[in-house]
């Protein structure tokens, strides 16, 4: 879609220059992914979760000790 908007030339350069990216369109389109991208998080992290919510988030049977039992020591070079 073509529009015209006016954008602070500073800021825009200043995003093109951190992300490397090369053209203003894919600057602007970037820039509007990201703003969505924090907006859907930030409505995200302000939903109360309920305390049935908070237990059912991990598997009563997970048992990270027993899991960490079982693993194989790293040898040298990095393999087990």
Request: no cysteine.
């Amino acid at each position: 879609m073509k529009m015209t908007v006016e954008i602070d030339e500073k800021k825009l350069s200043s995003l093109m220059k951190l992300t490397g990216i090369t053209t203003k369109t894919r600057a602007l389109n970037y820039a509007v992914s990201a703003a969505e991208r924090n907006a859907r998080r930030d409505k995200l992290l302000s939903t109360p979760l309920a305390l049935k919510d908070l237990q059912s988030a991990i598997d009563p049977r997970y048992d990270l000790g027993e899991l960490r039992a079982h693993e194989k020591p790293v040898g040298k070079g990095g393999k087990k």
